[in-house]
């Protein structure tokens, strides 16, 4: 198996790499600092590139039978760039053939299911009312991934933390009494993996938290 990975040079993400390196899939790295990877390995190729470079990210997805988008809002925000390069992430998808993506976004994405307590709309309202510019990307992102036509999974930790993978999860919708507030970033990693073998979650945004 061949996956495209895309923020991958964050904690979580070089912790997804090292996992599915280990699991002996071939990976591909999209980034645009790959030096910050600190990671070799034969089955290891990394496409160097910015997100609005849609030739690039076209070379990055083709071949590969997935893609993981841990992409994140950085700071200060300007514009939405995350949406804007998930666009092109996903227009390069339909033009390789390639189905399905996992990517992370925050509560702030809300979903149908979701129906959020007093601390979580407080939560999110400080976001839309602080961090406007990062909560209107994270919003549009999660938007371009909805509209497409990909097999996607959307999975929204609540606080990410360091810890050990223990493979022991639990994933809900805010306000149903299931999740807890925190995920490792090993089990972030594991669960966004296992999703690009099945469809339990597929077209859909679970919150994920440590069981």
């Known amino acids: 198996m061949q996956i495209t990975v895309f923020g991958a040079t ?17 990976v591909v790295v999209y980034s645009r600092h790959p030096d910050r990877l600190q990671l070799t390995n034969d089955k290891l190729r990394v496409v160097e590139g ?6 690039a990210i076209e070379r990055a997805v083709e071949g590969s039978d997935g ?3 841990l992409l994140r809002q950085g700071v200060p925000v300007k514009g939405k760039p995350i ?9 390069a998808m339909q033009k390789a053939g390639v189905h399905r993506i996992v ?3 925050t509560a702030s994405a809300a979903d149908p299911a979701d129906k959020p307590p007093l601390r979580s709309k407080a939560a999110i309202g400080f976001a839309r ?3 406007r510019p990062a909560y209107d990307d994270v919003v549009a992102t999660a938007q371009e991934i909805r ?6 999974t959307i999975v929204r ?4 933390r360091d810890g050990r993978k223990t493979g022991q999860v639990v994933a809900g919708y805010l306000g149903d009494g299931v999740t807890g507030n925190y995920l490792s970033r090993a089990n972030a990693a594991d669960f966004m993996l296992k999703q690009l073998h099945g469809d339990t979650y597929l077209r859909k945004a679970p919150i994920v938290a440590d069981a």
């Open 10 to 26: 964050g904690a979580t993400g070089r912790l997804l790499v090292q996992q599915a390196l280990d699991e002996g899939a071939d």
């Open 50 to 55: 910015d997100l609005s470079d849609a030739g």
């Open 67 to 69: 893609v993981v988008s």
């Open 83 to 91: 949406a804007a390069g998930t666009h092109n992430i996903l227009n």
């Open 103 to 105: 990517a992370v976004a």
């Open 129 to 131: 009312l602080f961090m």
């Open 147 to 152: 509209k497409s036509d990909r097999d996607w």
């Open 157 to 160: 930790p609540p606080l990410l």
